[in-house]
């Protein structure tokens, strides 16, 4: 019980790192691109690691087609999801608030139907293993899409210094947003995952009031006392 407190809690800090990392690099970068650095970044690591630790979860997936075709709409459901989330997230800060919220609707409902399949394929692959599969097929989506779009050449027009920057911010961000989301989700369950993410706004916006000025103001932090010690009951039922 103590060690499922102790992955809640550096989840939620991390992801709280994590979202304004994002979020700056999407202002820098080609939201395809974006994903397709990252996504690449990330799998690439975790396919590494698969090679020198999980050889025999591999094979599982050669000997079952389902599984290739869970993880196949793993990979898909996960390119919709930051399609979206990135996408809603530039929108909303126009004036087209409702395109932008529609986005980020969009994204919570397809991230809620992944998190059902990432619990199901979970009980027979490790989640690093799932990591890996959907994070590579991500960014082999993005990829295409952003050699299909030209928007490629951007990769080329920036600095090596960002270049690295947004591979360290995917590896990073699969670390966080993927590996411990897929490992809550497989040992602690869904409907405990969805709880916690109510946190991550709140943990976002204390990292972006001391990193990036961010101001909160008095009805906002009234409302994250409230959603913390809603969670904490909840958790606690």
């Given at each position: 019980?103590?060690k499922?407190?102790?992955?809640?809690?550096?989840?939620?800090?991390?992801m709280?790192?994590?979202?304004?990392?994002?979020?700056?690099?999407?202002?820098?970068?080609?939201?395809?691109?974006?994903?397709?650095?990252?996504?690449l970044?990330g799998?690439?690591?975790?396919?590494?690691?698969?090679i020198?630790?999980?050889?025999?979860?591999?094979?599982?997936?050669?000997l079952?087609?389902?599984?290739?075709?869970?993880?196949?709409?793993?990979?898909?459901?996960?390119?919709?999801?930051?399609?979206?989330?990135i996408?809603?997230?530039?929108v909303?800060?126009?004036?087209?608030?409702?395109?932008g919220?529609?986005?980020?609707?969009?994204?919570?409902?397809?991230?809620?139907?992944?998190?059902?399949?990432?619990?199901?394929?979970a009980?027979?692959?490790?989640?690093?293993?799932?990591?890996a599969?959907?994070?590579?097929?991500?960014?082999?989506?993005?990829?295409?899409?952003?050699?299909h779009?030209?928007?490629?050449?951007?990769?080329?027009?920036?600095?090596?210094?960002?270049?690295?920057?947004?591979?360290?911010?995917?590896?990073?961000?699969?670390?966080?947003?993927?590996?411990?989301?897929?490992?809550?989700?497989?040992?602690?369950?869904?409907?405990?995952?969805?709880?916690?993410q109510l946190?991550?706004?709140?943990?976002?916006?204390?990292?972006?009031?001391?990193?990036?000025?961010?101001?909160?103001?008095?009805?906002?932090g009234?409302?994250?006392i409230?959603?913390?010690?809603?969670?904490?009951?909840?958790?606690?039922?």
């Amino acid at each position: 019980m103590r060690k499922d407190y102790f992955t809640r809690f550096f989840y939620i800090i991390l992801m709280g790192f994590g979202f304004p990392i994002m979020r700056f690099m999407s202002i820098h970068f080609e939201t395809v691109n974006n994903n397709a650095v990252r996504f690449l970044s990330g799998g690439f690591l975790f396919i590494l690691i698969c090679i020198f630790k999980f050889r025999e979860e591999l094979k599982k997936i050669l000997l079952e087609s389902k599984i290739i075709l869970k993880l196949l709409l793993l990979g898909i459901f996960m390119s919709g999801n930051m399609y979206f989330f990135i996408n809603g997230n530039k929108v909303g800060e126009s004036l087209n608030f409702l395109k932008g919220t529609l986005f980020l609707g969009t994204a919570i409902f397809i991230q809620s139907i992944q998190n059902l399949l990432v619990k199901n394929v979970a009980k027979k692959l490790h989640t690093i293993v799932i990591s890996a599969s959907t994070a590579t097929l991500s960014g082999i989506i993005y990829l295409i899409l952003s050699i299909h779009t030209g928007k490629i050449i951007q990769l080329k027009e920036v600095g090596e210094g960002m270049l690295i920057g947004l591979s360290l911010a995917g590896i990073y961000g699969m670390l966080t947003g993927m590996l411990m989301a897929f490992y809550i989700v497989q040992k602690q369950g869904v409907v405990i995952f969805n709880i916690i993410q109510l946190l991550i706004p709140v943990s976002t916006a204390i990292v972006g009031y001391f990193t990036l000025g961010e101001t909160i103001n008095f009805y906002q932090g009234i409302g994250a006392i409230i959603a913390i010690f809603g969670c904490i009951i909840a958790l606690k039922i």
